[in-house]
């Protein structure tokens, strides 16, 4: 099973699986490296890119984060707005300092190497780092960045039954790999979904590491609505994609006195969409954002708790904590059953999977019991079935911002509409993940975050200048 810890993580813009999961990747080589005692015997390295990490890599800046990576810049701690400072040595002097500690020559123009068409046996996402070392002798790893940041080598990809366990977590209290029995075990212990989950986490850690982990994580998340609604211009890449949340916000302010918006009974509405703009417009300009569960879909899960903390009255930290568990429970059922990688079931492993955990989320917060929360979460899978990948440029820009937008206010619907039921639905939550995985499966490729089909193609056919050399650098404004 899939802890919180695991399945909300904070890290850096444009994408989970082509921006977190490589740099992530990169740490845990230069990790390889350490343990073998051979970082300071490395003369040369190369870098591999498969799949969709080369596809639309450079509009997601996949070769920066990787270099970022082997700098030694973790995506929890990085400092975003210094990330052109790291990386000018790379580029001016044409050099690469492994962890800090080491320094190499590196060209990125033929140390990078590009492999679109070619796609590894067990996911899109997948690079191999190759080291020459000062003997001759080579050492490699390859590593699939399965989404949301999730990443596994070539071992892990062999044993998948033990991919990403939290230690201890086989032993615990209330088991459950499908939603048939996570109902079960709430109806059986008399627990809602995010106390049976707490109990699970409770296993493992204490609960001061717990509650602390979601209050940074919360908080992580309101600084991420704060910074998108200060900051304005154009987003980077080559597409001239505005931001918007600055202006909307300071519209939204300017009338939130007046009659007619007193008046407006959807203006929630508008500030959903807010708060989703927001985040999506920092992770598109590179900046710290929690993965939810990936960077794609950031957005959903904020914008539906910050409804939640301006727009009900019940609104508590508690709250907000049993908002993240619930959210956990759905997140690890799809992750577990299906996929939340858009490279490998299109968009709606991303935005169909964050909009059915806050439907789920939400609903616990209006009232609901656990068959009421799957029921919303089914909701919020079954409408976002099909739903494509196709980022204009390989940018998550266009049509990802709005994206997040549609898919938290179709969240809000799914609880609310869940909510007004018993929780019994026509189709289970168990069988709108197999489908979605079924439909994914079926899904061409070029639909699948590869920049090569739909929108990326028909919407706009200026291509930006990302996907011509290295990629854009993005920096946190």
């Not at 490296?33 to 997601?60: C, D, N, P």
């Not at 026509?426 to 929108?455: A, H, N, P, W």
């Not at 930006?464 to 050399?469: E, F, L, Q, R, S």
Request: charge should be negative; hydrophobic fraction near 40%.
């Amino acid at each position: 099973m899939i802890s919180v810890f695991d399945l909300f993580k904070i890290g850096i813009g444009p994408s989970s699986s082509h921006t977190v999961g490589p740099m992530v990747a990169a740490n845990l080589f230069l990790a390889s490296l350490h343990k073998q005692t051979i970082l300071t015997k490395v003369a040369a390295l190369e870098i591999e890119l498969y799949g969709s990490l080369a596809a639309t890599g450079k509009g997601h800046a996949t070769d920066t984060a990787i270099l970022l990576g082997l700098l030694g810049h973790k995506p929890s701690t990085i400092d975003t707005r210094l990330t052109s400072q790291y990386l000018s040595p790379i580029f001016s002097d044409k050099t690469l300092n492994l962890a800090g500690e080491h320094t190499i020559a590196f060209d990125t123009k033929s140390d990078i190497h590009w492999y679109g068409e070619t796609v590894l046996p067990y996911h899109p996402n997948a690079m191999t780092i190759r080291v020459t070392l000062a003997d001759g002798n080579i050492y490699q790893q390859t590593y699939y960045s399965v989404g949301g940041g999730f990443v596994i080598n070539e071992e892990d990809a062999t044993n998948p039954d033990e991919d990403h366990a939290t230690p201890n977590i086989d032993s615990i209290p209330y088991p459950f790999n499908t939603a048939a029995e996570l109902l079960q075990q709430c109806r059986q212990h008399r627990l809602s979904i995010s106390e049976l989950v707490l109990a699970n986490e409770l296993h493992c850690r204490n609960e001061d590491d717990v509650n602390a982990y979601l209050d940074s994580i919360w908080a992580s998340m309101q600084d991420c609505v704060t910074r998108g609604c200060q900051n304005s211009g154009i987003l980077p890449g080559g597409l001239d994609v505005k931001r918007r949340a600055q202006a909307l916000y300071l519209q939204l302010c300017a009338e939130k006195d007046l009659p007619s918006s007193q008046e407006d009974k959807l203006v929630a509405m508008d500030w959903i969409d807010l708060y989703a703009l927001a985040v999506n417009e920092e992770n598109a300009n590179g900046g710290n954002v929690v993965t939810a569960p990936t960077n794609g879909a950031a957005g959903i899960i904020p914008a539906v708790m910050h409804y939640y903390r301006d727009f009900l009255s019940n609104y508590s930290i508690e709250g907000a904590r049993k908002y993240l568990l619930n959210a956990t429970a759905i997140g690890s059922l799809i992750k577990q059953n299906a996929s939340i990688s858009g490279a490998e079931v299109g968009c709606q492993g991303e935005v169909g999977s964050a909009c059915a955990m806050a439907a789920s989320a939400l609903a616990e917060i209006l009232g609901g019991d656990p068959a009421q929360c799957l029921n919303a979460a089914e909701i919020g899978i079954e409408h976002n079935l099909g739903l494509t990948c196709d980022p204009v440029g390989g940018l998550v820009q266009v049509p990802c911002i709005e994206r997040n937008a549609m898919g938290a206010v179709k969240a809000v619907n799914a609880a609310r509409l869940a909510c007004r039921g018993d929780g019994q639905h026509f189709v289970s939550f168990d069988k709108v993940v197999e489908t979605m995985k079924q439909t994914g499966e079926d899904m061409l490729d070029i639909y699948k975050e590869t920049s090569r089909g739909g929108l990326a193609v028909y919407a706009d056919n200026r291509i930006p200048t990302a996907t011509h050399g290295v990629s854009v650098k993005y920096s946190q404004c």
